[in-house]
């Protein structure tokens, strides 16, 4: 493996893979916080133009992250497809990038979803521009099924993300029709609890399986506490649709989270199970729900010298063993020490859509940012519409575009409904049948101002309030 070249008669050589790998990635944050980016342009072009020049058989044979004391690389590695792999395997890094990006084999692209390992796609997205990354996303299409029809040409789905600082389910209840009357909520609607209790958590699953029976909405619901709160309130009799966990890229940050990879076989299990015994007219079998973040790992101390990018990619690879019906990147959450700026979340976004859509997952988005950091709600357009070009499955949906619980900014319903015009694109199916048979909407467009519908649909909200209680 050659790990040195020469850049305007200046010499760089590199230590080993993960060196190349870290210098090769664009401007983070937490790679500088972490003491492993490139320390100029001229290196970080070093680094790119070595890891062009590798062979996708070189990266397989130098794993990053230990498989022996790593489970999150053996996953990875004993998950490869390594017959599909075996037509790509000599391609370099940089000839690999050609053919995502080769008009005439984009229908042989989905074959690659299983021959790639996560290290793979994340060396490719260092070798692309933020419009590379849009284009090649853009030819994926990854559909699932729970109770309705997710990832379809021609659809944003939204995940209506209807917090409330005190677990209020009045007010939880009452935002999740907002949004719901504005045309969202296909993806998921999901609630992130203040309290992580399984009292709390059944509360909330509970009222919003009651919102969706009461209005025959075809979506979902999930109350994302941690895996084993939810597990207990299915136990206890909650309605579980989707079942949710945050996941990282290595054994150790998944420790940090108090999860496993046993532990989410065990929840995958348990969760179908509970889907077959019951009433529902289930449109497939996916039921898990992950979201991730670049920068989680450091965070946890568990980033083992790897730059943020190869670890969120990582990650993805745990998610994809467990066939999701739904997964996002909360690209800006973590805060600017992992991503300072627009600039970092932006690309950091159109990276994570990338790579989880070449790895075959129905890859969403939270475009987000914290108050402290150096973007703002231009910045989230921005992104929003960008992903949505790209062929994004679902993007998360907030109040007025700022999260009254988690304290940070995202996009309203009104942002997701005006790229949905811009661009032509529509609910998911099921959905948009739904919107169309309640008047919310006509001919396949949001109607504007106060409608019967509206005021029909609002007034039910006192009774199942009370059936609730």
């Known amino acids: 493996m050659k790990l040195s070249t020469t850049v305007r ?90 053919l995502l990006l080769d008009d005439s084999v984009e229908d042989d692209l989905a074959t ?16 692309m521009s933020n419009k590379d990354l ?62 992580e209790s399984v009292d709390a958590t059944v509360g909330l699953l509970r009222a919003l399986d009651q919102l969706i029976s009461t209005y025959e909405i075809p979506t979902q619901a999930c109350c994302l506490a941690h895996i084993s709160t939810q597990l207990e309130a299915m136990d206890r009799g909650a309605p579980v649709d989707l079942l949710f966990q945050s996941v990282s890229g290595t054994q150790a940050g998944n420790e940090s989270f108090g999860v496993s990879l046993n532990l989410l076989r065990e929840g995958l299990e348990r969760v179908r199970e509970h889907h077959r015994n019951r009433d529902v007219a289930w449109a497939g079998t996916q039921a898990m729900y992950f979201e991730t973040g670049q920068g989680s790992a ?67 988005c939270d475009v987000c940012y914290t108050n ?21 499955n679902y993007v998360i949906g907030v109040p007025c575009s700022g999260d009254v619980m988690l304290n940070h900014q995202s996009v309203s319903y009104h942002d997701i409904a005006g790229v949905r015009k811009l661009l032509n694109l529509n609910p998911a199916p099921e959905f948009a049948q739904w919107l169309e048979s309640r008047g919310i909407f006509r001919n396949g467009r949001l109607r504007s101002g106060e409608t019967p519908a509206e005021r029909k649909m609002i007034s039910g909200l006192t009774p199942l309030l009370e059936a609730v209680a």
């Open 372 to 392: 402290h950091a150096a973007a703002d709600q231009n910045s989230a357009d921005n992104l929003l519409i960008l992903l949505a070009a790209a062929g994004c």
């Open 9 to 98: 008669h200046e010499s760089f050589s590199f230590a080993d893979l993960r060196e190349v790998f870290a210098k090769a990635n664009e401007e983070k944050s937490g790679d500088q916080l972490a003491e492993i980016a490139a320390r100029s342009e001229s290196e970080r072009v070093a680094a790119k133009r070595v890891l062009a020049d590798l062979s996708l058989a070189e990266i397989i044979a130098n794993p990053l992250v230990d498989p022996d004391h790593d489970d999150v690389s053996r996953l990875i590695l004993d998950g490869q497809d390594r017959r599909a792999f075996s037509a790509v395997s000599s391609l370099t890094v940089g000839e690999f990038r050609e």
């Open 298 to 364: 450091l965070s946890a101390g568990a980033h083992h010298g790897v730059d943020q990018l190869t670890l969120e990619a990582r990650a993805y690879g745990v998610a994809r063993a467990f066939d999701p019906f739904l997964i996002n990147s909360v690209v800006g959450f973590i805060g600017p020490e992992y991503l300072a700026d627009e600039r970092q979340i932006t690309r950091a976004g159109l990276e994570d859509h990338f790579m989880g859509k070449l790895l075959g997952l129905p890859m969403g």
């Open 112 to 127: 690659l979803h299983w021959a790639v390992t996560p290290e793979i796609a994340a060396a490719v997205a260092k070798l």
């Open 134 to 195: 849009v284009l090649s996303a853009s030819r994926f299409r990854i559909i699932t099924r729970c109770r309705n029809t997710m990832g379809m040409p021609g659809v944003l789905g939204v995940r209506v993300q209807p917090n409330h600082p005190r677990d209020d389910i009045g007010g939880v209840l009452l935002s999740a029709l907002d949004g719901l009357l504005l045309g969202c909520g296909d993806a998921m609607i999901g609630v992130n609890p203040v309290s």
